[in-house]
């Protein structure tokens, strides 16, 4: 058997057991509404992983985030794939041979200029693409209001065009991440649901056909909500889970199946801090618990079974050094507890963010390593 | 000719000029003092930009934060080597391998029962470890104090080990990154260099024998300082520099030669913001400048001919869009300067970060991409 105890470090550490749960929680959230799941694979960027959530059931095609997902996936079986990032003139000849390659690719736009200069680029392509309209329904990011006058000759405009076909709208209700109660997340999946329901009651309205209602976020997807009208949910981090979702009560940190394996390499005695050779190369610097109410500054320090050490977090990160002490100053960690050579594992503030730091995920059940996943990175 | 035009965003680019200039004034600036630079290859990861490195004079072998960059580097001529993070026994393996095959690699030990277990790993590896003991000059991360009463216990343990060779004292004046004025450089460079020759006279008094003298960082490289004693400084982020550097006044603007290529994908008209195709995973979540008298959120946005401008700054990131605009909200972009596919370059808060976030650089001499320089990743 191999175990963590065998693994150079830093390292990225899956959790078998954990993964395979947070899937069946999603598959039956959105089964239970009957809806169907456009998992992101922004978060993992693996094959194996996509494979364990959509043999999890529940599950139509897949979300990206660059094209450079795309090739990859529909390289491995993925066919039915939205690219739900503002598509512009320059990436359409990437997204052709995606198209001639026999994928059924959606591209997204907001925008009648941006339509334009698409509708123009697939005539040269001598392509129909689909696209679909991207609504804001919090102000958050991009998209286009749901009620905003320029939504109907947008749909129009698209649906006129031999070159474009207008599947549908989408939103993603990145607003949510700031709802840290159930009564909120519900609030915010309602107005997800509801209002990306009007931008495409609207657009029929005007006689022009749109099918698709694509919404999603992981606090809004596990969120109660009516959902009637949506046709498909997108949703990532909830595969891992993270401190963020965990400090929002999305999950339990005992949820999170994530986490970055570490090293003591160094005692910090008069000041009871440890330093491990994990810094930000392998945590990212991603502070997303920062504006919540419990700041978990890089990482919640775990012993190397995965269990929390009660208010240890790396405190401070540099390149390859993190410094790992106790939330509060005034309680210095006992370093003997932690000589050097011990093994930790951290659990990360966002997961999207500390996977993109590594190339592969050590695939554990329990302490037994089992497998290892590899991930891509680039557009 | 290739230009960037040409090229699919987000892509890290590399202005060839700027390197020269950079690497040029560094040579200069340690070659001045009679010393020689170690340069940290950490930064760039990259062989064919520690090459240009070389060619700029006044260098002795390299800096590595990993025993990744330690093989890559040796795979391609770089044979005397400071691995200059603690090590601990479960990668004395690795050590020992790159040691067989001819590199001339140090390691760096600031606790005595750490040197204890590698003087065990390296009997076991039959081999005779070169060691640096790590010297804490401004509190700011690992090390002994060089007045510690257990440093000269270390080295007299460290020179009568036979698995083991004491080769000098390192330190690194990370605490000058905070130092905003020429004065205050000046002053952690002189307290770098005096603390560590300190550290070294104190293990000589003792008998024991410490040749090497190592100490830097790239704001005190940079600053003037009497180098007496001190036989090589290291630094790493001069060779691109980034708006941390800009903001400390090591460096202007004009001299980052690292950039982000990114593609205006939409508006938000209401807000006078723009949308780009370059989030955090092309950015990095470094924000370096958030304590810095300018704060330049997720980087300076540059036309795309690199020239940056006025208060244009990425004021948010989510995974794959960065939210563009004015660093006053009261002063609205003027969107239509910006359609859509626009490209822009974005300067980075913090090189070392926003690299690591890419494959590759594209290397361009003005606006002709002249080649594509792979970095490597991983531990």
């Known amino acids: 058997m191999i175990s963590l105890a065998d693994v150079q470090t830093p390292a990225l550490v899956l959790d078998r057991a954990k993964l395979r749960r947070n899937i069946a929680r999603m598959a039956e959230a959105v089964g239970s509404r009957g809806v169907m799941l456009r998992p992101h694979v922004k978060t993992h960027k693996s094959v194996d992983v996509w494979q364990k959530v959509r043999a999890g059931g529940n599950t139509r095609g897949i979300t990206v985030s660059t094209l450079a997902e795309a090739e990859h996936f ?32 959606t591209l997204v736009v907001d925008d009648a200029a941006q339509a334009q200069a698409i509708a123009a680029a697939a005539r040269l392509q001598q392509l129909v693409l689909p696209l679909m309209i991207e609504i804001d329904v919090d102000g958050h990011r991009a998209g286009i209001q749901p009620d905003a006058a320029e939504l109907i000759p947008l749909a129009a405009f698209i649906a006129a065009e031999p070159a474009l076909q207008l599947v549908g709208v989408m939103t993603h209700a990145g607003g949510s991440y700031g709802s840290s109660s159930a009564a909120a997340r519900a609030a915010a999946a309602q107005n997800e649901a509801s209002r990306a329901v009007h931008a495409a009651n609207r657009i029929r309205a005007a006689g022009i056909s749109c099918d698709a209602v694509s919404i999603g ?6 969120a109660t909500a009516d959902l009637a009208g949506v046709t498909e949910v997108r949703a990532g981090v909830y595969i891992f889970f993270d401190l963020v979702m965990a400090g929002l009560g999305v999950a339990d940190t005992s949820d999170i199946a994530l986490s970055v394996l570490a090293t003591v390499i ?7 801090l440890l330093i491990a050779d994990a810094g930000w190369m392998a945590l990212s610097r991603d502070r997303g618990t920062a504006s919540q109410p419990i700041d978990q500054c890089y990482g919640l320090v775990c012993d190397a079974a995965g269990q929390p050490l009660a208010d240890v977090i790396v405190r401070e990160c540099n390149q390859e050094h ?5 939330r509060s100053p005034e309680a210095p960690l006992a370093l003997d507890q932690f000589p050097i050579g011990t093994q930790l594992r951290i659990l990360p503030n966002h997961a999207c963010a500390t996977a993109a730091q590594h190339g592969a995920y050590v695939v554990v059940d329990g302490d037994e390593l089992i497998a290892t996943w590899p991930r891509i990175g680039g557009w």
């Open 74 to 105: 529909f390289a491995h079986g993925a066919d039915d794939i939205l690219y739900a990032v503002g598509i512009v003139p320059a990436k359409i000849a990437r997204a052709a041979q995606l198209l001639r390659a026999g994928a059924r690719l």
């Open 266 to 272: 160094g005692h910090q005695a008069q000041k009871g």
């Open 217 to 222: 976020s992981t606090p809004t997807a596990l």
């Open 322 to 326: 993190g410094v790992i002490g106790s």
